[in-house]
């Protein structure tokens, strides 16, 4: 099973993780919330969904995915760097995890259409795929500013017979694909599932989503017994927008003190910068998307646009599981700047020969910021690959050249 015991930070009953959670959603959309949170945990703890689930992360997949030891890395930082390869899932990143899980928890209640949402193009991609490996309609709703820089991943969700829907409000990026994939839903509510990306939204997905993508972490313990003769690092460090990277990587390691999670959010152009994307820097509490989180708002409660060179990360809340860690202190929240990021990714790629996401990216650049001991083991959930972002790589490097 995903989870077997109850952690201390796990949601409750009403979806709350302490004072964040829970499911703010208008009228309309209570029959589709309602449905799911009768339904998911029965439905993705039930032996033949997890049979299949595995079967099909395992054969169609490529899990589980390799524990590198990145030798250079670490020699670098004089510290033991673990590498999750996520980027080497199918597809290029871990949200595969998410979509193979949802798309089949859709068929079992009856689903004919699916609908997404997507900011750097990996969730998107991951959804289409997931839609024509079972025959299902797709929609996926992207910010047009995001359409622009992600080109690569709009053609290959169209390829896969999706149809993607430009998101024109606002910044046009992911907050408002967020809006308009809601606003579908409201009008399709009988035959369409909503597949989120991440850790967000009404209860139950910031729980479903997290449960999902706990494979990452217990894929970690069982190779890390295996590298270490130990089922746990000293720190676990994934790149947070939403979450739900970091929320796999963290998720069996939440109730072992002894291991650090670090999350780093997008700086942007500087956490005072006035265009960032460092929500726990910069948040206060609010209700976006459905949930009661932290989230960058004016005086007066309106959304602050994020920024971030990275399409992934631009968003103005956090998971509300996320919000929780950091109300607790079980979590250390860093934010690393766009160059900070790219200095990292560009460090790796020539220590390791491996280019990162610009999301992963962010997690890299943590390590510069962090202080170890001999002997330790870190372990940096690389989210996905860095194809998508070769031509935000080019204009950056070619800028500074």
Same mark, same amino acid.
């Given at each position: 099973?995903?989870?077997q015991?109850?952690?201390?930070? &796990?949601?409750?009953e009403?979806?709350f993780?302490?004072?964040?959670?829970?499911a703010? !959603?208008?009228?309309?959309l209570?029959?589709?919330?309602?449905?799911?949170?009768?339904n998911?945990l029965s439905i993705?703890?039930?032996?033949?969904?997890?049979?299949?689930?595995r079967?099909?992360?395992?054969?169609?997949?490529g899990?589980?995915?390799?524990?590198?030891?990145?030798?250079r890395?670490s020699e670098r #930082?004089g510290?033991?760097?673990?590498?999750?390869?996520?980027?080497?899932?199918?597809?290029g990143a871990?949200k595969?995890?998410?979509t193979?899980?949802?798309?089949?928890l859709?068929?079992?209640?009856g689903?004919?259409?699916?609908?997404a949402?997507?900011?750097a193009?990996?969730?998107g991609?991951?959804?289409?795929?997931?839609? *024509?490996l079972?025959?299902?309609?797709?929609?996926v709703y992207?910010?047009a500013?995001?359409?622009?820089?992600?080109?690569p991943n709009?053609?290959r969700?169209?390829?896969?017979?999706?149809e993607?829907?430009p998101a024109l409000?606002?910044s046009?990026?992911?907050k408002?694909?967020?809006n308009?994939a809601i606003r579908?839903w !409201?009008?399709?509510?009988?035959?369409?599932?909503?597949i %989120?990306?991440?850790?967000v939204?009404?209860?139950p #997905?910031?729980?479903m989503? &997290?449960?999902?993508? *706990?494979? %990452?972490?217990?894929? %970690?313990r069982?190779?890390?017994?295996?590298?270490e003769?130990?089922a746990?690092?000293?720190?676990?460090v994934?790149?947070?927008?939403?979450?739900?990277?970091?929320?796999?990587?963290?998720?069996h390691?939440?109730?072992?003190?002894?291991v650090?999670?670090?999350?780093?959010?997008?700086?942007?152009?500087?956490i005072?910068s006035g265009?960032?994307?460092?929500?726990? *820097?910069?948040?206060r509490?609010?209700?976006l998307h459905?949930?009661k989180t932290?989230l960058?708002?004016?005086?007066d409660?309106?959304?602050?646009?994020?920024?971030s060179?990275?399409?992934?990360?631009?968003?103005?809340?956090?998971?509300?599981?996320?919000a929780?860690?950091?109300?607790?202190?079980r979590a250390?929240?860093?934010?690393?700047?766009?160059?900070?990021a790219?200095?990292?990714a560009?460090?790796?790629?020539?220590?390791?020969? !491996?280019i990162?996401?610009i999301?992963? *990216?962010?997690?890299?650049? &943590?390590?510069?910021?962090?202080t170890?001991?001999?002997g330790e083991?870190?372990?940096?959930s690389?989210?996905?690959?860095g194809?998508?972002?070769?031509?935000? #790589?080019?204009?950056?490097?070619?800028?500074?050249a």
């Amino acid at each position: 099973m995903i989870a077997q015991t109850k952690s201390a930070y &796990a949601v409750d009953e009403r979806g709350f993780y302490g004072r964040f959670g829970g499911a703010y !959603i208008p009228e309309l959309l209570y029959p589709n919330v309602e449905e799911l949170q009768k339904n998911y945990l029965s439905i993705i703890e039930s032996p033949d969904f997890q049979q299949e689930w595995r079967a099909l992360l395992r054969d169609y997949v490529g899990r589980p995915t390799p524990l590198y030891f990145a030798r250079r890395l670490s020699e670098r #930082y004089g510290v033991k760097i673990y590498l999750k390869r996520e980027d080497l899932n199918h597809t290029g990143a871990h949200k595969i995890n998410n979509t193979v899980g949802q798309i089949l928890l859709a068929q079992r209640l009856g689903k004919k259409r699916i609908i997404a949402e997507t900011g750097a193009g990996q969730h998107g991609v991951a959804t289409a795929t997931v839609c *024509a490996l079972m025959g299902m309609q797709c929609v996926v709703y992207m910010g047009a500013v995001d359409m622009e820089r992600q080109k690569p991943n709009v053609e290959r969700m169209r390829m896969l017979g999706a149809e993607v829907r430009p998101a024109l409000s606002g910044s046009r990026t992911l907050k408002d694909a967020t809006n308009e994939a809601i606003r579908d839903w !409201i009008n399709h509510p009988t035959d369409t599932h909503y597949i %989120i990306g991440s850790v967000v939204g009404p209860h139950p #997905y910031p729980d479903m989503v &997290a449960r999902l993508q *706990a494979i %990452i972490s217990e894929e %970690i313990r069982k190779q890390l017994q295996e590298k270490e003769g130990r089922a746990y690092p000293d720190y676990v460090v994934a790149c947070v927008g939403g979450g739900s990277n970091a929320a796999g990587a963290f998720y069996h390691f939440l109730d072992l003190p002894q291991v650090q999670l670090v999350a780093v959010e997008a700086a942007g152009k500087g956490i005072d910068s006035g265009e960032t994307a460092a929500t726990i *820097a910069r948040g206060r509490i609010g209700i976006l998307h459905g949930c009661k989180t932290l989230l960058m708002q004016t005086a007066d409660g309106q959304v602050v646009e994020p920024y971030s060179i990275s399409a992934g990360l631009d968003y103005p809340g956090i998971g509300p599981l996320h919000a929780h860690l950091h109300d607790t202190g079980r979590a250390r929240f860093l934010a690393a700047t766009d160059d900070e990021a790219m200095e990292a990714a560009l460090e790796l790629s020539r220590l390791e020969g !491996i280019i990162p996401a610009i999301e992963s *990216a962010h997690a890299l650049a &943590a390590l510069k910021k962090m202080t170890f001991e001999a002997g330790e083991v870190v372990v940096v959930s690389l989210s996905g690959r860095g194809d998508k972002d070769l031509a935000t #790589y080019i204009r950056y490097f070619g800028e500074r050249a």
